[in-house]
């Protein structure tokens, strides 16, 4: 059973154009929420994170939204770039501290110029 | 500032050989250690976590083994080698769980 899901698959957006990311989850435990950016050939980059306890985080360009009563959250990348082409994780963590994250199989953006 | 370096960074061996992966993270102490494998395209699997030296627990059986001899180093390995580990290995420090650059492995 997969516990974290993503959609759509892959995205194509205009440059300047807001891209929306989703991402859903079984496990109601899951407490934290962090998303990675990943370009080809290397490791996952974090890139920003959510609690439980919130319903909003924004860090310049990137906002997520979440939705604890649905499970669901998503993430908005506002002005794309064409350097924000890149595969996006959504994953899970039950206990924040734990480390033990489950990811979803991710969304390939492209962002044309 | 922390860093984390793997090693090697790619690696091309034949099916049946032994395979040995590191991952070294500088600028921290006592951090949790993570092992992951990621296929072609694909999402990324949790392989092991280490919270102490000489304590390792395994997340899912693929054949693989790991190690935390030192504080700072954690290695990944096998003796027998199969097609199916081929992919892209990836060692992550928590809580805020950043990730190596990672070595890709072919298994031919």
């Known amino acids: 059973q997969q516990q974290v899901r993503q959609s759509p698959q892959s995205l194509t957006v205009w440059e300047g154009e807001t891209a929306i990311l989703n991402c859903s989850y079984e496990n109601s435990a899951f407490d934290y929420f962090p998303w990675y950016q990943q370009f080809p050939g290397e490791g996952p980059a974090l890139l920003i994170s959510?609690?439980?306890?919130?319903n909003k985080k924004e860090d310049g360009r990137f906002t997520i939204f979440f939705n604890k009563r649905e499970k669901k959250l998503s993430l908005h990348i506002a002005d794309s770039q064409p350097g924000d082409s890149a595969t996006y994780f959504c994953a899970a963590i039950l206990g924040a501290n734990t480390g033990k994250l489950t990811f979803g199989h991710g969304t390939i953006l492209r962002v044309h110029p | 500032a922390q860093t984390i370096h793997q090693w090697p960074v790619a690696e091309i061996k034949a099916v049946g050989s032994p395979l040995s992966l590191g991952c070294t993270i500088k600028g921290k102490s006592s951090p949790n250690l993570y092992w992951y494998w990621q296929a072609t395209g694909g999402t990324l699997q949790q392989l092991f976590y280490?919270?102490?030296?000489?304590?390792v627990e395994s997340v899912v059986q693929l054949n693989l083994s790991a190690s935390r001899p030192k504080d700072d180093q954690f290695i990944l390995s096998t003796e027998k080698l199969l097609l199916s580990h081929s992919g892209f290995y990836l060692c992550?420090?928590?809580?805020?769980?950043?990730f190596g650059p990672g070595t890709r492995l072919t298994v031919l």
């Open positions: 992550a420090w928590s809580p805020e769980q950043y």
């Open positions: 280490s919270i102490t030296v000489g304590q």
């Open positions: 959510i609690l439980s306890v919130s």
